[in-house]
């Protein structure tokens, strides 16, 4: 059992079951939407797009501008984005001019006075993009849409710390961003050379450090276990360099290995991964030791220090959960350039073209690359919100959801709640009368516990999703 006591109940945070882990750690959505990617159909089409961001603009508000930068100078044999492996620095600026093309179409249709009150860059590597381009993109965001400068603006991007030059950090800074995503996996050379990402603990520490004298705040490190050679003792060890950096959030991710659905992961053998009882022991360890160092356990693979903006937004119930994971802005529309992104409004979700030549092509004709979406009734905004609240908050209080909804809860969701039944037994989630609320065993399995009012999982998760743990 963790020793870290959550604050306001006098409960731990979280409880270490591994018989209750077993019962329930089947396949199942991260719910970076609901409905999941899985129910995009290719029936949605560009004009219910246009019409969702009409929708949008009427009812105004903050936008969150996403952009997908694909491109990688390396090849990591466990990563599942979409990227293109390129040396070739000169593919970047044509990428850009093409996303400001597009960016002016969506200005219009999403309204460019919105303040921008997030923007992220991911990828592929977002460094990748020499200094100039990444100037010339930010000046062409600031022509088209209403880029803000407060203190409360959440500009983050992803970095390779081997994509890293003198220039890179201040550079981002001048850009406007405020937070980055540092990208380490494990600091074991012999891990690092198996999945073909050598990276030594100096560099990445002299960037991290080099990003906090310039400002940036909310440095998170991302880290992934179950990777080739890794034990419970050097993943431990991993795990204290990581600490005495500090980040100030930290997510550790489970590596599903999928040779046949990720080419890249062909290079990676079966027989050097650890076992799921490793596994699960190194996940296990990973919470005890962070929630010792002071860490608070937000959710899934998400920890964050206490005065982080994260832990603040859970405390205070503002808590959301977005494609960019989770975020304190949930009051933003999401606005997504670039290939395979994805945007989000109220009532509809809405992804552009994988392929890169595909998406190129639409923008040279000046249309979008809208490929498929979902248009969102008022159950499946319903369900999302219920899944927000128990995903970020833990709780699902009766009062504010009939308040939200003009609904009551245990009649709306009178077959769920028959459903949960076995959960309050096995002390997932308590029922207090007037709060459902996830217990210390349940956080660790939360995606089980939000599946159960998920319409679309209601005969179980198909294979198409990762195991919970």
């Known amino acids: 059992m963790a020793s870290s006591i959550s604050a306001e109940s006098n409960l731990p945070a979280f409880i270490w079951d591994e018989a209750l882990i077993r019962r329930y750690d089947l396949s199942g959505p991260r719910y970076t939407s609901y409905p999941t990617a899985v129910e995009f159909t290719q029936e949605y089409s560009i004009e219910d797009m246009v019409k969702a961001a009409g929708r949008s603009k009427a009812a105004g508000g903050p936008i969150s501008l996403y952009t997908h930068l694909p491109f990688c100078a390396h090849l990591c044999y466990y990563c599942a984005c979409n990227k293109v492996i390129t040396k070739k620095r000169d593919k970047a600026m044509p990428y850009v001019e093409r996303v400001l093309k597009e960016a002016a179409i969506q200005s219009k249709l999403f309204g460019a006075d919105r303040p921008v009150q997030q923007l992220h860059w991911g990828g592929g590597t977002p460094t990748f993009l020499p200094k100039d381009v990444m100037q010339h993109l930010m000046e062409g965001y600031g022509q088209l849409f209403n880029l803000q400068s407060g203190d409360d603006r959440d500009y983050s991007v992803e970095i390779d710390p081997r994509e890293v030059d003198q220039d890179t950090l201040p550079t981002l800074w001048e850009l406007g961003f405020n937070r980055i995503s540092l990208g380490v996996q494990d600091v074991n050379p012999k891990v690092q050379k198996a999945v073909n990402r050598i990276q030594p603990r100096e560099m990445t520490e002299g960037v991290l450090n080099e990003a906090r004298r310039l400002g940036f705040r909310s440095i998170n490190l991302d880290l992934i276990y179950g990777l080739p050679h890794q034990t419970p003792e050097s993943f431990a060890e991993t795990l204290e360099s990581v600490i005495e950096m500090s980040p100030d959030r930290l997510s550790v991710f489970s590596y599903a290995h999928l040779p046949d659905r990720f080419y890249p992961q062909t290079r990676i053998l079966a027989d050097t991964l650890p076992t799921p009882q490793q596994k699960l022991t190194i996940l296990h360890n990973t919470i005890n030791r962070l929630l010792e160092a ?54 509809a979700y809405f992804q552009n073209n994988h392929d890169l030549p595909s998406w190129e092509a639409s923008i040279d004709a000046g249309q979008l690359a809208i490929v498929r979406g979902v248009g969102l009734s008022r159950d499946d905004r319903i369900r999302r919100w219920v899944i927000g609240q128990l995903i970020c908050q833990f709780r699902l209080d009766r009062k504010q959801f009939a308040d939200q909804w003009n609904e009551d809860l245990d009649r709306y969701f009178a077959d769920e709640m028959a459903r949960l039944k076995p959960m309050i037994q096995d002390e997932l989630i308590a029922d207090a009368g007037s709060v459902l609320q996830v217990q210390p065993a349940g956080r660790l399995l939360i995606r089980a516990i939000c599946q159960i009012f998920d319409l679309y999982r209601k005969e179980g998760a198909s294979q198409r999703f990762s195991r919970i743990i």
Request: proline letters at 2%; hydrophobic letters at 30%; one cysteine or more.
């Open 294 to 347: 002071g860490y608070e356990y937000i959710g899934m693979d998400h920890f964050a220090k206490p005065d982080d903006s994260l832990a603040v937004a859970q405390r205070e119930g503002r808590l959301h959960r977005n494609f960019q994971g989770y975020t304190t802005h949930a009051d933003c529309d999401l606005v997504s350039l670039g290939v395979s992104a994805i945007g989000q409004t109220d009532d």
